[in-house]
């Protein structure tokens, strides 16, 4: 009998990655982040999963989780590091800890001799500071002998219908080629929109919602159906309170606008890039970020609901988030979108090699 490719997710927060894995068939073993609640969510939607709550700066924590899996094959170690020490709207020091945060990555795979190795971070990692962790990175495969690929993928072109663009390393054991990355699903430009993706959910003007309630909408589109699948409750779509204020300033913005769009003298406490950003219908949404106050609703005067960002993050509505609200919110906006996880998943496969159990 054949065992499952097995995987473990470092830096997991909530587990958009590894979801993406499991639905391809892989075994998740195992995710590891500093972050409690995301962990539980982590847990709660990866079937028979563990969690290791840890600091990846501690060398004992490689220890710790080597220990934790006794001895079992590792198949796929997968990571995406945090990005704020690369990321545009980060502070980009360049002697930020979590910028050296990959190390854990390869500490772990001297140990545990993975087939695969994938990192994940934000595009500026390749350029900035003269591209240090990027050749960091690379020096660390050619050093485990491994061959190496890298890529930016872009979001929509993997069903996600959101603008996203993330940076991929894909390492292989020697033997196992080199890998190519998947094709682009949808072509021609021809992506998932906002409405493709949430104008099913409950309006939520009136009434702000349960964390656990009942769909009033029939799906209306193939991706709707797929983020359903099933699914009969309703989970995390819960409306925030605007003041007059704020509803007042939303109001004025047109579809696919910003704060540019405003009249003088409206909004003028937010005047930076993504501020006031009310989503297009018609179009892929804006990167979904950690935060939960700059981006709006294409039809409603209200900030998106933590499912409509999952919707927009490709997280089928079987994923129940929890922890506080911010919290929610900060765990979707980091995670990589599970449809990029898959169609890197389904790829992967290509090139392992399934041993006998």
Known sequence: MKRKLKVIDLF????GFSYGFQSAGFHVMLGVDNDKAALTTFKENHKGSKVFLADLHRDQAIDEIVNMIGGEKVDVI????????????GTRKKNDERNKL???VFKLARRVNPQAIIIENVPGLAALYDGFAKNAILDEFANMGFTYNSQVLFAPDYEVPQIRKRLFFVGLKPGLGKFEFP???LKD???NSCSDAISDLPARISEVGLEEDQ???NPITTYQIKMRNGSDILYNHVATRHTPHVINVISQVPEGGNHKDLPAGVGDSRKFNEAW???HSQKPSKTIDTGHRNHFHYQYCRIPTVRENARLQSFPDSFKVFGTRTQQYKQIGNAV???LGFHIANKLKDYLVLQEK
Request: aromatic share 14%; glycine share 12%.
């Open 189 to 191: 430009n021809i992506y």
């Open 277 to 279: 950003t009310r989503y």
């Open 12 to 15: 997991s927060g909530c587990g």
């Open 183 to 185: 094709e682009p699903v």
């Open 337 to 339: 979108p599970p449809l």
């Open 78 to 89: 997968i990571a995406g590091p945090p990005c704020q020490g690369f990321s545009l709207t």
């Open 102 to 104: 990959f190390n854990a």
């Open 215 to 217: 769909y009033s909408r």
